[in-house]
């Protein structure tokens, strides 16, 4: 049996402690910040064009096809739409999708050598004969700000100011200034003639932030994406690319972020429910206008999800070693399929571990489906932040596992413990970590180990693993979101079968994890089984 020390090879910056979580939280403006001013605000693999396409990047069909398209209408192509809206319910790419684009629109065809298999040479342009527009919608000003300094405060009049300067935002200044959208002249004049990338990254929270702001924003906003549009379905050069959340995905997930940025707008306290209700109507009037026009594109299928964690994580990945470990699964799970969900010995979950591996399908789905689900959690990049800090610890405990489970995430370090119960707002369940399972703090217990280690210890498993730490751990971790709505939640708690599930593997078999399951009833403090569900309790 391979373990995955030695079928795979983590990234050296992983390895070496130099590894920051925060790279995986790039913004698209620092990026245009860096082409336009030279001043770096982020890690290179973001601002070095052939680090980013080389080392960070996976050629997902989702981003192939918005390269091709954008950059086949900025040379002149009519026949491939002129408007793409990137998808951002699921998956994550977004931001990816945006740097890429920028960094073509910059340096075109010097960049040959790193985007081959991304898109076609011939569609790469000269460097310097795109101008590129990049607008984050919830940095953008809505009101005119004080002072003598040239700060747009107006979507078109943003646009303006990035493609031609003041001199540009002189020239439509009457418009440019005016919260009522532009009209015909304004286009010709920013627009007409030129190759110009447009992309206009959160429309959902300036929407919001606008209608929060005067009235008629959102339907202002509305009139000039509908017109910017037409420009651009008409002549060819110009190609938009933008990030419209709906409703609920822009807002379900994030409402103290909304009712801030609203609180701000107005300089009076929003309620969380009042912000809500601002950006569900705001985004109505908007996204009328893009679902007519633009093409949807999702930026990372599920399917792609798990080539884009390895591309991020690791050097090297042996796939023969991930055919025979997903056979050996495989047998264990036809072996014990009673005591599992019947997914887990169909021919479709052994092609996911495959293509997931070193990572176990349930880690990835819990990441993505239950923890991504906190607002603060920031979804994808959570779930890369979580799993580099699983790798790294793997590896500096030379922990020789087939492949990585949930159970082996390191709740005894401070750094994963924060990331994961401070994100999803769970850092009052810590004393149970300690007292059940086992954290940073157990050894000040008295006793000095938690229930778990003590049944590890009266009862050993005869391959040293520790069963029940590593079972009540799984128990532990799936029940951080949803807590508010308990066991009717879909998120909260796991079953029996899916918690053996999420922790057996060759050498911790579905029995074993099944018996430490049961001792739950009898050792734990706060764990607890329910409605058919295990899950964590504070009381």
């Given at each position: 049996m391979y373990s995955v020390l030695d079928a795979c090879k983590p990234r050296p910056e992983i390895l070496a402690g130099t590894f920051n979580p925060e790279i995986f939280t790039a913004s698209l403006s620092p990026i245009i910040e860096y082409y336009r001013t030279?001043?770096?605000?982020?890690d290179n693999l973001y601002t070095d064009a052939e680090l980013f396409f080389r080392e960070a990047t996976y050629p997902t069909q989702g981003l192939r096809t918005t390269l091709t398209e954008v950059f086949a209408r900025i040379a002149g192509d009519l026949s491939v739409p002129a408007i793409h809206r990137l998808e951002t319910a699921f998956g994550g790419g977004k931001t990816h999708t945006l740097i890429a684009c920028t960094h073509i629109a910059f340096r075109g065809r010097e960049?040959?050598?790193?985007?081959?298999?991304?898109?076609?040479?011939?569609?790469?342009?000269?460097?310097?004969?795109v101008s590129v527009v990049g607008v984050a919608g919830d940095e953008l000003p809505v009101h005119k700000p004080q002072g003598t300094a040239l700060v747009p405060y107006t979507l078109w009049g943003e646009i303006a100011y990035q493609i031609g300067g003041e001199a540009l935002y002189a020239e439509v200044e009457?418009?440019?200034?005016?919260?009522?959208?532009?009209?015909?002249?304004?286009?010709?004049?920013?627009?007409?003639?030129?190759?110009v990338l447009i992309m206009l990254d959160e429309l959902a929270q300036y929407a919001a932030r606008l209608e929060a702001a005067r009235p008629d924003g959102a339907s202002q906003l509305a009139a000039f994406l509908m017109a910017l549009h037409g420009y651009a379905r008409t002549n060819p050069g110009i190609a938009i690319v933008l990030t419209l959340a709906s409703a609920q995905d822009a807002f379900a997930r994030q409402t103290q972020r909304l009712a801030q940025l609203i609180s701000q707008v107005r300089g009076e306290d929003v309620s969380e429910d009042d912000a809500v209700a601002i950006g569900e109507q705001a985004v109505r009037s908007v996204a009328s206008v893009v679902a007519r026009d633009a093409v949807q594109v999702i930026p990372v299928h599920a399917t792609e999800i798990s080539s884009v964690l390895a591309k991020r994580l690791f050097t090297f990945i042996d796939r023969r070693a991930a055919e025979v470990t997903a056979d050996a699964y495989m047998e264990m799970y036809r072996r014990n399929s009673e005591l599992l969900p019947d997914v887990a010995t169909s021919e479709s979950f052994r092609a996911r571990m495959v293509a997931t591996y070193p990572f176990h399908p349930t880690l990835v789905d819990?990441?993505?489906?239950?923890?991504a689900v906190a607002e603060n959690f920031q979804g994808t990049r959570g779930v890369l932040r979580?799993?580099?800090?699983?790798?790294?610890?793997?590896?500096?405990?030379?922990?020789?596992?087939?492949?990585?489970?949930?159970?082996?995430?390191?709740?005894?370090s401070d750094r994963v413990v924060n990331e994961i119960l401070g994100?999803?707002?769970?850092?009052?369940?810590?004393?149970?970590?300690?007292?059940?399972?086992?954290?940073?703090?157990?050894g000040a217990l008295e006793g000095g180990r938690s229930n778990a280690e003590a049944a590890d210890e009266r009862n050993p498993h005869p391959e040293g693993y520790p069963m029940?730490?590593?079972?009540?751990?799984?128990?532990?971790l799936h029940s951080l979101v949803g807590r508010s709505e308990g066991v009717k939640s879909n998120v909260f708690g796991v079953t029996e079968a899916d918690a053996i599930f999420a922790t057996a593997f060759p050498g911790l078999t579905p029995p074993q994890v099944r018996k430490a399951l049961e001792e739950i009833q009898e050792s734990a403090f706060y764990l607890r089984f329910d409605h058919g569900k295990y899950y964590a309790s504070e009381e």
């Open positions: 030279g001043r770096k605000r982020l960049l040959q050598h790193v985007t081959a298999g991304l898109i076609d040479p011939k569609l790469l342009p000269e460097p310097g004969s009457a418009e440019a200034s005016s919260y009522a959208a532009p009209g015909r002249t304004y286009f010709e004049k920013v627009l007409g003639g030129r190759k819990f990441l993505n489906n239950k923890l979580v799993l580099a800090l699983a790798v790294r610890s793997l590896w500096q405990q030379k922990q020789a596992v087939p492949m990585i489970h949930a159970c082996h995430l390191d709740l005894r994100r999803t707002n769970s850092s009052d369940l810590l004393f149970v970590l300690n007292a059940d399972i086992g954290s940073v703090d157990t029940y730490e590593y079972t009540w751990k799984t128990v532990f």
